[in-house]
């Protein structure tokens, strides 16, 4: 297993791509925190299901958009396990509103989408680094959106967030080698709550139905297929490999006219 013995934070893990993610670094080897904001059930969940793999894990409550509560998560874990490997930015929020309305944001909701995405993002490489970089390996991967990349999802905010991390991402890939790699998966659409809580289980059946019907590959996206790509840029297999925005979205980019 080529994270044996590692020691990896995913914000954000107890749901959805997260708890996928969590998962699959346990089966790689890695002892895993599983970070939430409001998910404790799922997170403990998640928790559970990263153990029946044989490594330690355990949730730990904090909201990354709170530089404190970043700093007490990687303190929790290297207070466990003496070190951290691996950070995974998954933890993300939105406000759903039609990018043509320009009074459908108002300022709140771009700085809360900004303090979680963004922020957050920041908060937590910048407590991980220093453990990082006494351990001479770490791996960021950020959880970026292909709306980052080209202007659609699910508001202006969120889109706008997303191309920050993706700017924020080539930045630190370049201060913080050699040591430490940042990196980012652009997902498309994802077969999640995040899509069914705002949109209803019929909503997000019409999305599902429409992706696999226009998009290249004819696939929806699941968070195991994202888990994937995110799993491959924390793993030591990608070492040669930082500042990298990767897109995971079955070809969705390619036709967004057609495809939305």
């Known amino acids: 297993m080529a994270l044996c ?19 699959g670094l346990a089966a790689r080897g890695a002892r895993v925190l599983v970070n939430y904001s409001r998910s404790a059930d799922e997170a403990e969940r998640t928790a559970a299901a990263c153990r029946v793999e044989g490594v330690d894990a355990f949730a730990a409550q904090g909201d990354v958009g709170d530089d404190a509560a970043c700093r007490a998560l990687v303190n929790a874990a290297v207070g466990r396990w003496g070190r951290v490997d691996v950070l995974v930015n998954n933890a993300g929020r939105t406000t759903f509103a039609a990018p043509g309305d320009l009074e459908a944001l108002d300022d709140e909701d771009f700085l809360d989408i900004y303090r979680t995405n963004l922020l957050g993002a920041y908060h937590m490489i910048r407590a991980c680094a220093p453990h990082m970089r006494e351990a001479g390996f770490g791996a960021v991967v950020n959880i970026s959106s292909i709306a980052g990349l080209t202007g659609v999802g699910s508001s202006l905010a969120y889109a706008c ?13 370049r201060s913080l080698g050699p040591e430490i790699r940042v990196n980012a998966v652009c997902p498309g659409f994802i077969a999640t709550r995040w899509f069914s809580d705002p949109l209803g289980d019929a909503g997000m059946q019409r999305i ?9 590959l004819h696939r929806a996206g699941t968070p195991e297929d994202i888990a994937k790509s995110v799993l491959f840029l924390a793993d030591e297999g990608s070492e040669h490999i930082t500042g990298v925005t990767l897109v995971s979205d079955a070809g969705f980019h390619l036709d967004l006219g057609r495809a939305i």
């Open 208 to 216: 599902i139905a429409a992706q696999e019907a226009t998009t290249p």
């Open 5 to 23: 013995e590692k020691v990896a934070i995913v914000t954000g893990g107890g749901t959805g791509l997260g708890a996928a993610v969590c998962v």
């Open 161 to 173: 967030s997303k191309g920050a991390l993706n700017t924020l991402t080539l930045s630190l890939a």
